[in-house]
């Protein structure tokens, strides 16, 4: 069975940085598509970033430029390196293997919370 852990999340002042990761355990992640997503308050869960099997990295235009998407393949670990946080970036960060037939695999998810 897959199962996602993220941590990482934290209080950071606007400007600031934080990385979060997302530990996997049962499956290599390096052979899968991945995706970091976010929710905030009263929205609608968001995706902020993937990256594809063959290491492919795509990003929200909220986050381009700010976020990174990487692995590392010997920690069996997925990151999202954040700077130049926002306030608008506060939300529950969660991490994500897509799958079909609606049988994604979810982390418990991580609050970032960016205020002064």
């Known amino acids: 069975q897959v199962q996602l852990v993220e941590s990482g999340g934290n209080l950071v002042q606007p400007g600031g940085s934080l990385r979060l990761a997302c530990a996997g355990s049962?499956?290599?992640?390096?052979?899968?598509?991945m995706r970091w997503y976010r929710q905030a308050p009263g929205k609608e869960r968001e995706l902020v970033a993937s990256i594809s099997f063959g290491d492919v990295t795509n990003y929200s235009d909220s986050v381009k430029g700010r976020f990174t998407i990487s692995r590392d393949n010997a920690k069996n670990t997925m990151y999202l390196e954040m700077t130049n946080l926002k306030p608008e970036d506060t939300a529950v960060y969660y991490c994500?293997?897509?799958?079909?037939?609606?049988?994604?695999?979810w982390g418990q998810g991580t609050q970032v919370t960016v205020s002064a």
């Open positions: 994500n293997i897509p799958r079909p037939n609606n049988s994604d695999v």
């Open positions: 049962g499956a290599r992640l390096a052979f899968l598509n």
